[in-house]
């Protein structure tokens, strides 16, 4: 049994709205046992001192992608593309990012990863799974997902996936930005295929998440029960108001208009993706705002793929979402308290509060008064031990 205590000059702890000062933590194990005022250390304890730091929950980034190595990606190999996600679990990690959930990985890389990090033998944030996507034939990103027409079709998709242990669901109710030939607001599986794809996913006890931009998918999805919109980029009111009334989340990766425009301005996107973000970014920055002064429920994920979104990008997620509404505070807690609600491992994690797990950031300055310094994480936790990074 290991016994740590932590003390902190600054405790952010992911539920109050307030930080706590000069605190004490207690971990043993890999849990947190007692949270009080800084006190001197009880015996037999390894002591970290952060007296001058701020100390906060990890982050979780509830949409990524894994080993997205470009629009050749049957071209490479499946050895080159598990050592681009090694990489990038441990740049994750580095980055303050303490899980992930990955949406959509054509070999189900994502399961056989994360069925290798339980068993010891890698390293890196917590990893939520979602195998393989299912969209429609030809729909966004058929190149990698599964493709399903008509509702047995959807229904027997669904089963596939669940019976190759994927953790959650990822289905298409719309085109997207960078698939070749299709429109982001051009609706795609209709509400029959969706509600048969997450009717089998709810009874398995999985969350369903739909990549959704255009209004009318992201409409089909919420009725259909889905319990979250990724990107969301076409909301409108009645859909907003849809996903206050079900209690739907909204993940707005916010990152993926700012980086697929700056990418496009350096001369790194094709055509036709640049086009694409550039008609839909306006829209998709004013849909968040008007979500979240709706009090929908909003969860953080960045759209991390490739050398468009990078891993340690994740900490421009929160500063978008700053700079279009919500305070630091908020949004440091939609990136941990939410996201892990949204991911239902909530019990464990999200939070510093004591019986949790003991996943968590040491942070140099208050990011309270300048979100950048999640930029430059000092040191992370994860179950309860510093990561040699």
């Not at 700056?262 to 996107?269: F, M, S, T």
């Not at 279009?324 to 019990?347: C, H």
């Not at 510093?352 to 797990?357: A, F, Y």
């Amino acid at each position: 049994m290991s016994n740590i205590y932590i003390k902190a000059g600054m405790l952010i702890d992911g539920t109050s709205n307030q930080p706590k000062t000069n605190v004490g933590i207690l971990i043993r194990d890999n849990r947190i046992v007692e949270i009080n005022d800084m006190i001197n250390a009880p015996e037999n304890c390894e002591v970290y001192d952060y007296s001058d730091n701020i100390i906060m929950p990890g982050l979780i980034n509830c949409h990524v992608h894994i080993a997205y190595v470009g629009p050749e990606e049957d071209k490479v190999t499946d050895t080159e593309k598990l050592i681009v996600a090694l990489k990038e679990l441990k740049t994750y990690l580095k980055s303050g990012v303490t899980h992930v959930r990955v949406c959509g990985a054509s070999t189900y890389l994502d399961i056989k990863l994360r069925d290798a990090m339980k068993k010891g033998l890698i390293e890196g944030p917590g990893i939520i799974t979602a195998g393989r996507g299912i969209t429609m034939t030809g729909g966004s990103g058929h190149a990698s997902e599964i493709e399903a027409d008509g509702v047995d079709e959807c229904r027997k998709a669904a089963r596939y996936v669940i019976k190759k242990s994927a953790d959650f669901i990822k289905i298409v109710s719309t085109g997207s930005i960078t698939t070749r030939g299709i429109e982001p607001g051009a609706p795609q599986l209709t509400y029959e295929e969706l509600k048969a794809a997450i009717d089998e996913a709810h009874k398995a006890g999985k969350t369903v998440g739909s990549h959704s931009h255009g209004t009318e998918g992201i409409k089909n999805a919420i009725l259909a029960g889905v319990d979250s919109i990724e990107h969301g980029s076409f909301s409108s009111d009645e859909t907003i108001s849809l996903m206050k009334e079900k209690g739907t989340y909204l993940v707005p990766t916010l990152s993926a208009p700012y980086f697929l425009l700056k990418a496009g301005e350096e001369g790194r996107l094709l055509d036709f993706m640049y086009r694409k973000a550039k008609d839909t970014a306006p829209t998709w920055y004013e849909s968040f705002r008007n979500a979240y002064k709706a009090g929908v429920k909003i969860a953080m994920g960045s759209d991390a793929y490739g050398d468009i979104v990078k891993p340690e990008d994740t900490w421009h997620e929160l500063r978008l979402m700053i700079e279009n509404g919500m305070s630091p505070m908020e949004a440091i807690q939609v990136s941990t308290q939410n996201s892990a609600d949204l991911l239902r491992i909530s019990d464990d994690y999200g939070t510093i509060e004591k019986g949790k797990v003991a996943d968590f950031i040491v942070l140099n300055e208050n990011p309270l008064t300048n979100i950048e310094t999640l930029s430059e994480v000092y040191k992370v936790f994860k179950n309860g031990q510093e990561q040699i990074l």
